[in-house]
């Protein structure tokens, strides 16, 4: 059969249209760039941040008074238990004036340094920007740290649900275990007081509270350099499996992937699908259908069968 005449079928159309997704996830663009500098500001930020926080903490919770806190904790048991780890505090800009018009996130807010902690405000959660963070060791595990820019609509999508889900049992989301508890306990601080974080306002001054916003917005920046840059491939993509439906021959779909400047293995590719069309040819196919079929002489099998039968008659 001529090459130019094999026919694409549903393994070979997925095939080309994986190594066109992955030469656009290698592809240096401006939108790669921007992800990944979005990262490594992201890195310095969140080290700054928890120096900052620090510095706040134990200027708010001596750490002397936490250790003889600890101390009776250790003594007394549960009846002194005041001293905790956290990661999510309570801040309160002290040098801010306040009016009645203003917005309270510009002098109070959490800052979560949880790998599911919020954001900035914007339409992102914190599976977004763990997605973003830990999408090199979610895509080389085989799972889609994608999935959530994939599907729009998450809440009613069972797809969306089980591919989510298991990119959060790698993470340990669930039991906080895993990368999630090793996140957590890197940027932890002795609190003293055990209730909930916001009823432990902690204060702080103007650029201190300034320093943890750069945090949250470079979280924020992550997670939407993450979705810039893969909504643009998922958009090609769109058009190209499309496409790739509509391609009845190998030949389309190569000349396809070469205008890309995508590296196909054309040899192989027909060498694949040669041998797939090969055995599905109408007199192949017959043959090896009817080789399958051929009757046997039962004869022998029934008349066993008939005299275990009987014997087990006679014995009941």
Not at 55 to 63: A, E, G, L, N, R
Not at 165 to 190: H, P, Q, R
């Amino acid at each position: 059969m001529q090459t130019s005449k094999l026919r694409l079928n549903v393994d070979t159309r997925k095939k080309i249209a994986n190594l066109i997704q992955n030469h656009f996830e290698n592809e240096m663009t401006p939108e790669l760039e921007n992800f990944k500098s979005a990262k490594e500001d992201c890195i310095v930020a969140h080290d700054r941040a928890f120096k900052v926080a620090t510095k706040v903490i134990h200027k708010t919770y001596p750490q002397d008074d936490v250790k003889i806190l600890q101390a009776f904790k250790n003594k007394y048991g549960s009846a002194c238990d005041v001293v905790a780890k956290d990661s999510c505090f309570y801040f309160a800009n002290t040098e801010i004036k306040k009016n009645e018009n203003q917005n309270s996130d510009e002098y109070s807010k959490h800052f979560d340094f949880k790998l599911n902690g919020d954001l900035s405000g914007r339409d992102y959660d914190g599976i977004d920007f763990a997605l973003a963070y830990f999408r090199d060791d979610l895509k080389n595990a085989g799972l889609n740290p994608e999935i959530n820019i994939i599907n729009k609509d998450k809440s009613t999508n069972p797809h969306y649900s089980q591919e989510i889900e298991k990119c959060k049992n790698f993470l340990g989301w669930k039991d906080e275990t895993g990368i999630f508890a090793e996140w957590k306990n890197k940027y932890a601080l002795d609190v003293i007081g055990t209730s909930y974080c916001r009823s432990r306002t902690i204060a702080c001054n103007n650029n201190e509270y300034e320093q943890m916003n750069v945090f949250l917005e470079s979280k924020t920046n992550l997670a939407h350099t993450h979705f810039a840059w893969f909504n643009n491939i998922k958009k090609d993509m769109i058009d190209i499996t499309s496409a790739l439906r509509e391609y009845k021959y190998v030949n389309d779909a190569i000349e396809l992937a070469k205008k890309l400047n995508v590296e196909v293995n054309e040899n192989q590719l027909r060498e694949n699908v040669g041998v797939s069309l090969t055995i599905y040819q109408p007199e192949n196919l017959a043959n090896l259908i009817l080789s399958r079929r051929v009757k046997q002489d039962n004869k022998a099998i029934i008349a066993k069968f008939k005299k275990a039968r009987q014997a087990s008659v006679v014995v009941n």
